[in-house]
């Protein structure tokens, strides 16, 4: 409960179209299977969208137990898709992150607190200053394990914390599409970039304020 109480975040599955017709995007998601991954020299792996992929990179990597963020593109159906293409909003993929994480060390339950407690999923196709689908929130599964578990904390922020419409996306996951190297570890190797001082640093320390029981002892503020 400490991490629910520490929230301000809420999602509810595609929320924002209860009352419209799923588009024809949603309806080709619904009708697929996830995909589920194998694990890599013993770490498991979760996939998440939440914005520039900068800032959710380095945020995951703060994370006791996660061995590596990988920035990428996921959630669309286009193959090989570059930051050109996602960025001018061609595809239907979002920048995203694949997670490597040891689940003796952090839970995916944990992983997925995170990932709501950093960033608004309430805002649609917008994380701060970024705008456009490419920005979309997106919690990704890979079997009905992962599935329930975001459900059961979509059910516990819903009667708990928030009372808003969420936008953010579950969706199967299918496949993640690593993004050119130029983007993997921008935030550390780019620390005077202005979009990064501006915006995904102070990002970066709001999680570490409010999970500090979740990171790496040379992470603390």
């Not at 998601?29 to 914005?51: H, I, K, W």
């Not at 009905?144 to 459900?151: C, L, Q, R, Y």
């Not at 199967?172 to 915006?199: L, S, T």
């Amino acid at each position: 409960m400490r991490f629910i109480t520490g929230l301000l975040l809420l999602l509810l599955f595609f929320s924002n179209c209860k009352n419209s017709e799923p588009s024809e995007y949603e309806q080709k998601m619904a009708q697929l299977d996830p995909v589920q991954t194998e694990p890599l020299d013993g770490y498991e792996r979760a996939y998440f969208a939440s914005g520039c992929f900068w800032c959710v990179e380095a945020i995951f990597e703060s994370i006791k137990g996660v061995k590596e963020a990988v920035s990428g593109y996921s959630g669309g159906f286009e193959e090989n898709p570059t930051y050109k293409q996602v960025s001018y909003g061609k595809t239907n993929h979002a920048e995203a992150v694949e997670v490597f994480y040891n689940p003796e060390m952090v839970s995916y339950r944990n992983l997925v607190l995170a990932f709501f407690g950093s960033h608004d999923p309430t805002s649609l196709n917008r994380q701060g200053p970024d705008k456009g689908k490419q920005y979309r929130s997106i919690a990704f599964y890979q079997n009905e394990d992962e599935k329930k578990i975001i459900d059961s904390i979509i059910k516990e922020l819903d009667e708990t914390v928030y009372n808003e419409s969420i936008v953010t996306q579950v969706l199967p996951f299918q496949k993640f599409w690593k993004a050119e190297a130029y983007h993997q570890d921008y935030e550390r190797k780019n620390p005077n970039d202005p979009y990064i001082r501006g915006v995904s640093l102070p990002r970066l320390n709001r999680f570490k304020k409010q999970f500090p029981e979740l990171l790496k002892d040379n992470e603390h503020l």
